[in-house]
């Protein structure tokens, strides 16, 4: 089993809808999550992060997490073309002394004009 | 600097040939990371620098691969005798606290391709 385990996609979704992101980890003491946005060719930003259970909002992004499913996601409400990218999640425990954050191998958005 | 600086941004490299891939974070950034993207996949974490000290380098695939960081600012990887299977992004991350909290800022990679 990964660590971090993502649907590679694509997923595609029409320009203005909401695309749902997911992304399941293995490590039950991880403490920060994150998502990062990579365009091709380029290198990730981050997009969003979250500490706690529940929903954190920012702007048209809100990340989602669940401690006891073990399960983080990213939604994108009024999806635009310019989103096209593939979406990085990532994970780290900096307390277990290990110092890594650990990615999944990202999902790709399409977002169909 | 204004942000993560790496350098070369693309290295061709015979099969055995030594290389060596340069990072300067951003200053002041006291975490620094290494991280290996092959094509398609995410990235894939290498070593990490909490100024010059090196406390995690889990990830180095072999004796091959080594990273320095003596006075706490600029990074090397040197990977030695490179191998096909080593072509891939080398992307270096720097960040502002140790912690795990923070995010990471990343350079703009060496594309190291071996033949």
């Known amino acids: 089993q990964k660590e971090v385990e993502q649907n590679s996609g694509p997923l595609s979704v029409p320009e203005g809808a909401i695309a749902s992101l997911n992304c399941t980890y293995s490590?039950?003491?991880?403490?920060?999550f994150f998502w990062y946005r990579q365009y091709s060719g380029k290198s990730p930003e981050l997009i969003m992060s979250?500490?706690?259970?529940g929903d954190k909002e920012d702007g048209r992004f809100t990340a989602q997490l669940n401690k006891a499913s073990q399960y983080v996601s990213l939604l994108i409400r009024d999806s635009q073309p310019s989103d096209s990218a593939t979406y990085l999640c990532a994970v780290n425990n900096f307390g277990s002394g290990t110092y890594k954050y650990i990615f999944g191998t990202g999902t790709r958005l399409k977002v169909l004009a | 600097g204004a942000g993560v600086s790496q350098s070369p941004r693309y290295k061709v490299a015979k099969r055995g040939q030594d290389v060596a891939l340069r990072c300067d974070p951003i200053?002041?950034?006291?975490?620094l990371f290494w991280y290996q993207q092959a094509l398609g996949q995410g990235p894939e974490f290498l070593t990490y620098f909490q100024n010059e000290a090196q406390l995690d380098k889990s990830g180095l695939p072999s004796d091959r691969f080594f990273a320095e960081r003596p006075e706490g600012s600029v990074s090397t990887l040197k990977i030695q005798r490179t191998q096909q299977e080593d072509s891939a992004v080398y992307l270096c991350?720097?960040?502002?606290?140790?912690?795990?909290?923070?995010?990471?800022?990343f350079g703009s990679g060496t594309q190291l391709s071996v033949l």
């Open positions: 991350a720097s960040s502002g606290q140790p912690g795990g909290l923070e995010k990471l800022f």
């Open positions: 490590d039950r003491g991880s403490q920060s």
């Open positions: 200053s002041g950034h006291v975490s």
């Open positions: 979250i500490y706690s259970n």
